[in-house]
């Protein structure tokens, strides 16, 4: 027995974990040389001490044991962390068992020390709310940056658009402008022919209605919604002229156009007047900026192998190998324009 007792000493006091006994009054019978170190403590400063004292304040204390000595006493399980003070008055964390003992006179507890554990945890999650609130603020910079970028696109395709539609304008109003100056001289020296006057004012009207077509193709061509419909290359490309082609002209590029193809396409046809107004820009710009004299855009169609085919191509320059790759990037921008894109769709 004597025997067996040293074993339960030497067990007890050199266990890996911390033992605490207490009576029901929460009294402290025992504890062990490990508990002792955990918290810091002298065996004697808490043997007959009340368990109060190694509590954090006198709130924690009895929320410990309303949560905690109360639930072992029923001989219910427990396994709980907590907040213990060690002697120094730093908190403490561990992880704390119970289970009653002698007819329910005495608990005893066991303690781990997860102190390092729950801090390093506590790190981490500061470094993920700190990370996160980088990268939200992150994100919220790249949005403005990417509003701003969308604005200051929307403003060059508007003044693209006004660019072109002055290019549409400038015959016919320089047409109204002569005739209603003719007319006006004719008035001024007393020599009005009717049918003279009737078919200057029939060359107004036909210039209004011009003015009045251009817009109403402006409209149709900056369409916002994304709606498929049955459509052709050629409709798309005559279209596309419509509102690119005075400023080709007036930039020296000869257009030559071979249409093949005419194949019906189910497609949005917005999405790639876009693309193609988009292409011959381009080119416009790739001509102006390499200083080509002699400047030619061939646009063609075709089918092949259950395929019809759009194909543009221009003598600007080409595309650089390096810039391939990045063709398709947002924003990004060619010092070289395109030399050759063919769309395809399944027939």
Not at 219 to 242: G, W
Not at 243 to 260: A, T
Request: with cysteine; glycine share 4%.
């Amino acid at each position: 027995m004597k025997k067996k007792e040293q074993w339960f000493e030497h067990i007890f006091n050199n266990s890996g974990v911390g033992i605490l006994v207490v009576d029901k009054n929460r009294n402290i019978l025992e504890v062990n040389k490990t508990f002792c170190e955990i918290l810091g403590y002298e065996y004697e400063e808490l043997i007959n001490k009340h368990a109060k004292i190694l509590h954090i304040s006198n709130e924690s204390s009895d929320k410990f044991g309303k949560i905690a000595f109360n639930t072992v006493l029923k001989s219910n399980s427990l396994d709980l962390e907590y907040k213990f003070k060690h002697k120094n008055g730093e908190a403490i964390w561990i992880k704390i068992t119970g289970d009653v003992i002698k007819d329910k006179q005495e608990v005893l507890w066991i303690i781990r020390n997860i102190n390092q554990r729950v801090k390093f945890q506590e790190e981490l999650a500061s470094l993920n709310d700190t990370l996160n609130s980088k990268i939200e603020n992150q994100v919220k910079v790249l949005r403005e940056k990417d509003r701003q970028l969308q604005y200051q696109a929307r403003l060059a395709q508007m003044g693209e658009m006004l660019n072109m539609i002055s290019h549409q304008w400038r015959q016919p109003l320089m047409s109204i402008s002569a005739t209603t100056s003719y007319l006006y001289g004719k008035l001024l020296i007393d020599e009005f022919d009717k049918k003279e006057f009737n078919n200057e004012l029939e060359l107004i009207e036909d210039s209004a209605q011009h003015l009045s077509n251009t817009i109403n193709d402006f409209r149709s061509f900056f369409k916002v919604e994304k709606r498929k419909i049955l459509t052709s290359f050629e409709d798309i490309v005559d279209n596309t002229l419509k509102i690119v082609k005075p400023i080709l002209s007036n930039s020296q590029i000869e257009l030559e156009l071979d249409f093949q193809s005419h194949a019906t396409i189910y497609t949005l046809e917005n999405e790639i007047k876009q693309v193609v107004l988009n292409i011959l820009k381009n080119a416009e710009d790739a001509f102006i900026e390499n200083n080509k004299i002699y400047r030619k855009i061939k646009i063609k169609t075709f089918n092949k192998n259950d395929f019809t085919y759009l194909k543009i191509e221009d003598n600007a320059g080409g595309i650089k190998p390096q810039h391939l790759n990045k063709i398709f990037d947002s924003y990004f921008r060619l010092n070289s324009k395109y030399g050759c894109i063919i769309f395809y769709l399944f027939l």
